[in-house]
């Protein structure tokens, strides 16, 4: 695991790049404590520091093919990379180190981008060609490892993190108040848009080809390009057990490491069966992770810790009050690398991993995408066959019940934006978790804000990409694909990647495996889910292994009770960040509608407003950081970065 990055710029010499990829890699260096290096050629630099995962005395990077020409920096983990590098022996290459990143890049020579689909695990990775005078940039299918990068011109640099690539002084970083709108309604800004204007992320599964100023994107896997050659199960006992042996599969692939390996634990089945899959491998002793909370409503630490007496591991609970919250804020706000209104329970679950001795923990984290954990599974199938009859009624009785739904709270007012906007399965996946409805999120934006959008589709902007790539698609799979592409790709991962990092802990998801993943895509709809027992398939493949009743119990999730804490220690940071200084500094938001939102917050009429009113927190916070930056000129910057253009 590292932090990557790298600037290619044939204007500006080799020091100059070096300082600046430098700068990068300083800013990292909680992703990589163990190792750092920068190297340069004729027009590029390249640096990344390292995590030490495997073969800790070695494994420097950049590292250089044996002939000079090719050169490479990765973050990730490629799990099969011994079967690898033996089919790449038998070859004819050799090999001097025992780590994953100089089999990636003897892949990459022998295979070229055609490599990718041989790869199992979690990566984004660059890799420079010195005859060609090109960079080849890819990301992995889902999305597990980030990537980002600006291209001006001639100019090319990417780094593991957005703070990494302002860190390097060469621009002048703008807030786009595209990405504010779209961090309103998707709880995070969506790939390929960051919430900077001209910085960018590869989405999951892209790669980018940057040579003589000019850069190329491609999709590299998609969901219609998994194989078809897959053998459907012909009965449900036939896919119980061939879901049981894949599962094994993957988590012996995401134990494989050379330091200490643990793994998150709550109470329900998602981590408990990682956890009773990790002890079939005879990993020992197991080191397992929960964090909890003193209020009732939520806590998981009594049944995360019946789990783990059941599993025999070495279970460590970290107790957390609002009041830690509250004094953390400032700690945790900085270590946002974009908005986001989640990530926090993740922090101090690394924080508590990392401090207990790990430096690889496992997650449970996409289950719920793959065996239909998610309401949206139930929810969406069932109001899309009604959908036809909606849109019969005459308009002007549409209008009256839907204005009604709105008066009725959140969960009624987002019926009333799928009803209003939706006409078939797939335009409800793309409003579906929408987080502010799409008059409320104008009603927070200022005018000046308003009038940059322009017009602004109430749907996700992946709809167009995500419709073509499953046209051929079931309603399960449908639904999967855009839990897995939207809020696991945009959210979950990211903010997972950003958090546990922060710890320098490198975090795995064996749920999220691209042969475990294909192998399910061409499995029947009927054998992976059921709507009234959601994730039923994955609780019969390992109920062997599982405590009594983790199967049966109620979907909770990780989540910290922030409703009843925006209320008492984190009110006095939230009413400072709504008060007139705060929203009228930072250029974007209406004070009126924002406190509003507030104040209906404090009134308690709706018990899930508090994500609304976090997400909205979060945006004022990380947009009223005025960052002194450098200009390319070199020369020092004013502290206002962030400035809405003229529309």
């Known amino acids: 695991m590292c932090g990557i990055a790298g600037l290619i710029d044939s204007t500006r010499p080799p020091a100059a790049r070096e300082t600046?990829?430098?700068?990068?890699?300083?800013?990292?260096?909680?992703?990589?404590?163990?190792?750092?290096?920068?190297?340069s050629w004729e027009d590029a630099?390249?640096?990344?520091?390292?995590?030490?995962?495997?073969?800790?005395?070695?494994?420097?990077?950049?590292?250089?093919?044996?002939?000079?020409?090719?050169h490479i920096v990765f973050n990730g983990a490629i799990y099969n990379f011994r079967a690898l590098r033996d089919e790449l022996r038998a070859a004819g290459f050799a090999f001097r180190t025992d780590c994953d990143t100089e089999v990636l890049l003897a892949a990459w020579m022998r295979w070229g981008e055609r490599a990718l689909a041989r790869l199992r695990g979690m990566f984004a990775f660059a890799i420079w060609d010195d005859r060609d005078r090109s960079l080849f940039l890819a990301r992995d299918p889902f999305g597990i490892k980030p990537l980002y990068y600006r291209h001006d011109g001639a100019r090319f640099l990417f780094a593991s993190e957005v703070t990494a690539l302002l860190a390097a002084r060469v621009f002048a970083p703008e807030i786009d108040p595209a990405a504010v709108s779209a961090c309103l309604a998707w709880l995070a800004v969506p790939a390929p848009r960051t919430i900077y204007r001209d910085v960018?992320?590869?989405?999951?599964?892209?790669?980018?080809?940057?040579?003589?100023?000019?850069?190329?994107?491609?999709?590299?896997?998609?969901?219609?390009?998994?194989?078809?050659?897959?053998?459907?199960?012909?009965?449900r006992a036939a896919f119980t057990r061939e879901l049981r042996a894949r599962l094994e599969a993957s988590v012996r692939a995401h134990v494989a490491a050379d330091v200490p390996v643990g793994a998150f634990l709550s109470g329900g089945l998602d981590s408990a069966a990682i956890v009773g899959l990790m002890t079939r491998t005879g990993l020992a002793p197991l080191r397992t992770f929960s964090v909890g909370f003193a209020e009732a409503d939520g806590d998981e630490t009594e049944a995360a810790a019946a789990?783990?007496?059941?599993?025999?591991?070495?279970?460590?609970?970290?107790?957390?009050?609002?009041?830690?919250?509250?004094?953390?804020?400032?700690?945790?706000?900085?270590?946002?690398?974009?908005?986001?209104?989640?990530?926090?329970?993740?922090?101090?679950?690394?924080?508590?991993?990392?401090?207990?001795?790990?430096?690889?923990?496992?997650?449970?984290?996409?289950?719920?995408?793959?065996?239909?954990?998610?309401?949206?599974?139930?929810?969406?199938?069932?109001?899309?066959?009604?959908?036809?009859?909606?849109?019969?009624?005459?308009?002007g009785l549409r209008r009256v019940f839907l204005a009604r739904l709105r008066r009725r709270?959140?969960?009624?007012?987002?019926?009333?934006?799928?009803?209003?906007?939706?006409?078939?399965?797939?335009?409800?996946?793309?409003?579906?978790?929408r987080t502010l409805p799409v008059s409320q999120r104008d009603a927070v934006l200022s005018p000046d804000a308003r009038a940059v959008l322009g017009a602004n589709t109430p749907h996700?902007?992946?709809?167009?990409?995500?419709?073509?790539?499953?046209?051929?698609?079931?309603?399960?799979?449908?639904?999967?694909?855009?839990?897995?592409?939207?809020?696991?790709?945009?959210?979950?991962?990211?903010?997972?990647?950003?958090?546990?990092?922060?710890?320098?802990?490198?975090?795995?998801?064996?749920?999220?495996?691209?042969?475990?993943?294909?192998?399910?895509?061409?499995?029947?709809a009927r054998f992976k889910g059921d709507r009234r027992n959601p994730k039923s398939a994955l609780?019969?493949?390992?109920?062997?292994?599982?405590?009594p009743g983790v199967a049966a119990r109620k979907k909770q999730g990780f989540t910290l009770p922030f409703s009843a804490w925006t209320r008492t220690a984190l009110r006095p940071f939230l009413d400072e960040t709504f008060s007139d200084a705060s929203v009228t500094r930072s250029g974007l938001f209406a004070r009126g509608p924002v406190q509003q939102l507030w104040r209906r917050h404090l009134d308690g009429h709706d018990p899930r407003s508090w994500s609304r009113v976090w997400m909205l927190a979060v945006l004022i916070?990380?947009?009223?950081?005025?960052?002194?930056?450098?200009?390319?000129?070199?020369?020092?910057?004013?502290?206002?970065?962030?400035?809405?253009?003229?529309?």
């Open 307 to 395: 789990t783990a007496r059941h599993f025999g591991t070495e279970h460590h609970t970290r107790i957390l009050t609002a009041a830690e919250v509250a004094r953390d804020l400032p700690a945790l706000m900085a270590s946002y690398d974009q908005p986001t209104g989640d990530g926090i329970n993740t922090h101090y679950a690394s924080q508590a991993a990392r401090a207990g001795g790990v430096t690889v923990a496992l997650s449970g984290l996409g289950a719920d995408e793959l065996f239909g954990g998610y309401p949206s599974f139930r929810d969406a199938p069932r109001l899309a066959r009604w959908l036809p009859r909606w849109h019969r009624l005459p308009a």
């Open 621 to 647: 916070e990380f947009v009223n950081r005025r960052p002194i930056v450098s200009s390319p000129a070199g020369a020092v910057a004013s502290d206002r970065s962030i400035a809405v253009p003229s529309p």
């Open 460 to 524: 996700h902007p992946e709809l167009a990409l995500l419709s073509a790539d499953l046209a051929a698609a079931g309603a399960f799979e449908l639904l999967s694909a855009w839990e897995l592409r939207t809020y696991m790709a945009n959210v979950l991962l990211p903010d997972s990647d950003t958090m546990s990092l922060r710890h320098s802990l490198e975090l795995r998801v064996p749920f999220v495996d691209r042969p475990l993943i294909e192998w399910l895509w061409r499995q029947p």
């Open 539 to 547: 609780a019969a493949a390992v109920r062997d292994l599982l405590p």
């Open 45 to 70: 630099t390249l640096g990344a520091s390292r995590l030490a995962i495997f073969d800790r005395a070695h494994g420097h990077q950049p590292l250089s093919s044996a002939d000079g020409r090719f």
């Open 409 to 433: 709270g959140a969960r009624a007012g987002k019926l009333a934006d799928l009803l209003e906007h939706a006409r078939n399965l797939p335009e409800l996946c793309a409003l579906y978790r």
């Open 20 to 39: 600046a990829v430098r700068r990068m890699g300083e800013a990292m260096r909680h992703r990589g404590p163990d190792d750092s290096g920068i190297e």
């Open 200 to 235: 960018a992320c590869l989405r999951p599964g892209e790669t980018a080809t940057f040579r003589d100023g000019r850069l190329a994107l491609r999709t590299a896997w998609s969901f219609s390009s998994i194989p078809t050659d897959t053998q459907p199960c012909a009965s």
